[in-house]
């Protein structure tokens, strides 16, 4: 399996502190992506990094990539209580030709209390 | 806005039955991909596909099988549905290889 791993597998801190969560992989990648779940929903797309890009922002979320460690960090700055939820990292790998697995990490579960 | 839509949200099924997943989207995405989702486990790939009539076996393929005959749809097939196949299940679409991955709501599947 080249199912990646989120460390930790939970996290419980306070509105307004900073969360910061895991992912390695075990594979060369194209991109690393983070996703986000909602209880017993579908996953929502937060935002992409490429195999050479080491870092990226966007709003209260900063992405690093270490591609030489095989891991990636999701940073949420200044937490609320909405951003409660589970967070996935995502590994796009291309096989052969046009083919492209998209695999996800074991998740972790953040939860921001008021 | 992209959407990904599945068949059902809840779905009880005997041991045996053979079960059909649905999956639908309608911004014309080459790849679909079926995920089982387990406590602890993460999210599991099952199959993929790239382009219609086209299927690659993710990770753990064994007592399913896909279907794609249209792009926009993407089939989950349980043969012969068994207890260890009660699981949320995720379908998921994109547009290439490079780019993020749309969800549809899931199916929580029961087989009793």
């Known amino acids: 399996s080249q199912q990646g791993e989120e460390d930790p597998q939970a996290l419980s801190i306070q509105e307004g502190e900073n969360a910061t969560m895991n992912c390695s992989y075990k594979?060369?990648?194209?991109?690393l992506q983070w996703y986000r779940q909602n209880s017993g929903r579908g996953l929502v797309h937060l935002i992409l990094?490429?195999?050479?890009?080491r870092e990226k922002h966007s709003g209260r979320l900063r992405v690093t990539l270490d591609t030489s460690k095989k891991s990636s960090s999701l940073l949420i700055t200044a937490s609320r209580a909405a951003d409660t939820a589970s967070y996935f990292c995502a590994n796009r790998i291309s096989n052969t030709g046009t083919a492209s697995k998209l695999t996800f990490g074991t998740g972790t579960r953040l939860q921001v209390t008021l | 806005d992209v959407k990904v839509t599945q068949s059902s949200r809840y779905l009880v099924k005997r041991t045996g039955e053979k079960v059909f997943l649905e999956c639908v989207q309608d911004m014309d995405h080459e790849n679909m991909f079926w995920y089982r989702q387990d406590p602890g486990l993460g999210l599991r790939l099952i199959y993929f596909s790239y382009d219609v009539k086209m299927k690659e076996k993710g990770d753990i393929p064994e007592g399913y099988s896909v279907s794609r005959e249209k792009k926009e749809r993407f089939s989950l097939i349980l043969e012969s549905a068994s207890t260890n196949q009660t699981s949320m299940y995720l379908c998921?679409?994109?547009?290439?290889?490079?780019?993020?991955?749309?969800f549809g709501q899931g199916t929580r599947l029961t087989v009793v």
């Open positions: 990094i490429r195999s050479n890009e």
């Open positions: 998921a679409s994109s547009q290439n290889r490079g780019t993020e991955a749309f």
């Open positions: 594979t060369s990648i194209n991109n």
